[in-house]
Every structure is written in structure tokens, then in C-alpha cells.
């Protein structure tokens, strides 16, 4: 009979990226806090971005993202931030975060082949970030916030 901590460890579920997950977070919290949740999202990702800049992170904002199917280029998508070339962050100024939302940022890191992507709703009171997990075996994604 396993014992109860074997089984924990065995049930445990990695936390992609925690550390740099939680920086940012720390940074669109301070972002909600000091102006609020009544500016457009040009406001929000020039504002994220200076403080991307201030704490030295790596970031790439507006980055192209190609769409190709049998080595031909359909089209490009653009994504708010890939930050540190690990995770893709897409704001958003909406009522609620939609499943619209979530199948965008799971196109997104689909085709540039990242495991995570966030999507932030500043017009939200309680900003609570979504994370979109890239997994290509699952029929759907895996969605937590």
C-alpha cells in the first residue's frame, strides 16, 4: 500500500514556469493598482512595458507570429508579449475573458510552440490572470486561473 506522501507526489501537477509567472504577475498587479480599470489596452501594454523594461526582463511586444500550412505561409497573428521566449502574454479590456480569448492565445502558442500563455482582463475588478497550457494531446485546453 503506497503511503499518503507517495501518493501526493505521485498527483502532483507541475506549475509551468512558477517563478517567472509570478514576477509577472507581481508587475500586471502593481499595474492594475496604480491606474486602475479604466484604460484602453495601448495604455496598459506601454505602461507593462516600461516596467518589463525597469526590472530587466526580456520581453518582445507586438512580435509577429507566422501561420503556415504545407510550407506556406496563410498569415500572421500578433501577440501583446512573449516574455523571456517561454511565455506569451495577451491583454485584454473586455467585460469577461471569453472562450474567444482563450482559443486566440491557444492558436498563438500553438504556432510559435510555447507551453503557456496568459490572458490578462484589466477591466476586471479582480484581476485574475488565465493561463492557456499548450497540450497538444488534449482535444481541448487546459485552462487555470
Known amino acids: 500500500m503506497a503511503s ?10 507541475e506549475i509551468i514556469y512558477k517563478e517567472e509567472c509570478k514576477e509577472i504577475y507581481g508587475l500586471l498587479f502593481k499595474l492594475q493598482n496604480d491606474l486602475g480599470t479604466n484604460f484602453q489596452e495601448k495604455h496598459y501594454q506601454k505602461a507593462f512595458e516600461n516596467l518589463l523594461i525597469k526590472n530587466n526582463i526580456p520581453y518582445k511586444r507586438e512580435s509577429p ?11 500572421n497573428f500578433s501577440a501583446d508579449f512573449i516574455i523571456n521566449d517561454k511565455l506569451l502574454l ?9 472562450q474567444d480569448h482563450i482559443k486566440q492565445v491557444l492558436r498563438y502558442i500553438q504556432a510559435i510552440k510555447l507551453k503557456i500563455g496568459l490572458i490578462v482582463n484589466f477591466r476586471s475588478y479582480l484581476l485574475k490572470p488565465v493561463r492557456v497550457l499548450n497540450e ?7 485552462i487555470t486561473s
Open 136 to 142: 497538444i494531446k488534449l482535444s481541448r485546453p487546459h
Open 90 to 98: 495577451e491583454f485584454k479590456c473586455a467585460p469577461y475573458i471569453s
Open 4 to 13: 499518503p506522501a507517495n501518493f501526493a507526489n505521485k498527483n502532483m501537477v
Open 65 to 75: 507570429i507566422k501561420v503556415e500550412y504545407a510550407d506556406k505561409l496563410l498569415g
